[in-house]
């Protein structure tokens, strides 16, 4: 039981280049999001699914795109890096809505 | 939208000490967790607080809820340098701003 991973780990993009940080949870959760940490901010809300299919935006999800095509993957698209997307990202998954967070182990992305 | 505000924001003690962390909302709401993150790391799960007047403890660690005041507190006894961490209160998918703590021999 390998419960939420990420990848990459780490990631250096150029600005305007896009890229997919992957997301697997093997807990059959409902529900994953992303999530980005910057330095005095917590953790922000991306983006959210509420099952395969089912995907809505968080607080800050400019710059970026989701799917859900199964209750395992939850991919998150850059679609045109900036500066301002260099963070780190975490996935998560849980039982329900307002269950308990399962994190992963974040990806480190700076947009040069 | 809800917020989640903490406090302290950074928090240097002694150890032997005791302390506490404080986390304010601003919706209703009747669950609230408690999670650590320690430096380069991922966050882990800490209290899963269910209920108004809620407490759990952990070894050094309690927390408590009280979902009337919308507050939530995460009591620290007799501080050991394993402490050391940063520490987030989260409602749903916000979370507070989070309290790092550094525990001084």
């Known amino acids: 039981n390998a419960g939420v991973t990420q990848t990459p780990k780490f990631q250096v993009l150029k600005t305007g280049q896009s890229m997919t940080l992957q997301c697997a949870q093997d807990?059959?959760?409902?529900?994953m999001s992303w999530y980005r940490q910057d330095p005095g901010m917590g953790l922000r809300l991306i983006h959210y699914?509420?099952?395969?299919?089912?995907?809505d935006q968080g607080e800050v999800p400019n710059g970026y795109n989701v799917s859900r095509s199964t209750t395992e993957d939850f991919p998150l698209r850059l679609l045109s890096a900036a500066p301002s997307q260099t963070s780190v990202y975490f996935c998560?998954?849980?039982?329900?809505?307002?269950?308990?967070?399962?994190f992963g182990p974040g990806t480190r992305l700076t947009v040069t | 939208e809800l917020k989640v505000e903490q406090n302290p924001l950074f928090l240097s003690m002694q150890e032997g000490k005791n302390y506490t962390i404080y986390c304010n909302y601003s919706?209703?709401?009747?669950?609230l967790y408690w999670y650590r993150q320690d430096p380069g790391k991922s966050l882990e799960s800490l209290f899963v607080?269910?209920?108004?007047?809620a407490v759990k403890q952990e070894g050094r660690l309690m927390a408590s809820l009280d979902t009337k005041a919308r507050l939530s507190t995460l009591h620290i006894t007799a501080a050991v340098h394993d402490l050391s961490a940063t520490y987030f209160c989260?409602?749903?998918?916000?979370f507070g701003t989070g309290t790092s703590l550094t525990v001084i021999p």
């Open positions: 998560a998954s849980s039982w329900g809505l307002r269950g308990e967070q399962y």
């Open positions: 807990m059959n959760h409902e529900y």
């Open positions: 699914s509420v099952g395969a299919g089912i995907t």
């Open positions: 919706t209703t709401s009747d669950r």
């Open positions: 607080l269910l209920s108004n007047g």
């Open positions: 989260a409602v749903q998918f916000y």
